[in-house]
T-cell receptor, first 116, second 109 residues
């Protein structure tokens, strides 16, 4: 099973709201990723967790707060977002220790976020 | 950091014809090159990958070639079908995955 699941599929939020995106995998992977994808663009890396520890933060604004409660779950907490944060948010996972350099990443279907 | 260029940005082919997408990368230390297919409303799905110690890999109608000296790699799809219509992303990996800009492939019936 190479499935990564994400909830919700769609989310509309106001600029003062607080919401969370959730990601789950049961492949025993120890690295998990958040990407942001704007329309007609490639995914952009936001965060990487390796063994439940934050390994990479690609200078993401603090209104995005990641959390990895356990090896199967990854959350992205959203607060005070801007309309330009509207995008598809993708979660991915990979098998090993998060060396990142030669690991196959498996992507979820994404959460389509609209900030009003 | 790694810079991946992908061409063409759009590609329209007749059903049954072949499609070729080319990518170049800048970091000679990159050693893993996956290709992802993204259909409308879905996340990217890995379709094939190649590592730097291999020059060519094939999986049914899909093949990838890698030229490390020239730092370029290509995706070949033969006998295209309407379900091959999607956006295709190449990527190169050294420490982190760097994606090309994507190619929108349309297969005309």
């Amino acid at each position: 099973d190479t499935e990564v699941t994400q909830t919700p599929k769609h989310l509309v939020m106001g600029m003062t709201n607080k919401k969370s995106l959730k990601c789950e995998q049961h492949m025993g992977h120890r690295a998990m990723y958040w990407y942001k994808q704007k329309a007609k663009k490639p995914p952009e890396l936001m965060f990487v967790y390796s063994y439940e520890k934050l390994s990479i933060n690609e200078s993401v604004p603090s209104r995005f707060s990641p959390e990895c409660p356990n090896s199967s779950l990854l959350n992205l907490h959203l607060h005070a977002l801007q309309p330009e944060d509207s995008a598809l948010y993708l979660c991915a996972s990979s098998p090993t220790s998060g060396g990142f350099h030669d690991e196959t990443q498996y992507f979820g279907p994404g959460t389509r976020l609209l900030v009003l | 950091g790694e810079n991946v260029e992908q061409h063409p940005s759009t590609l329209s082919v007749q059903e049954g014809d072949s499609a070729v997408i080319k990518c170049t990368y800048s970091d000679s230390a990159s050693n893993y090159f996956p290709w992802y297919k993204q259909e409308l409303g879905k996340g990217p799905q890995l379709i094939i990958d190649i590592r730097s110690n291999v020059g060519e890999k094939k999986d049914q109608r899909i093949a990838v070639t890698l030229n490390k000296t020239a730092k370029h790699f290509s995706l070949h799809i033969t006998e295209t079908q309407p379900e091959d219509s999607a956006v295709y992303f190449c990527a190169a990996s050294n420490k982190r995955l760097s994606f090309g800009a994507g190619t929108t492939v349309t297969v005309r019936a």
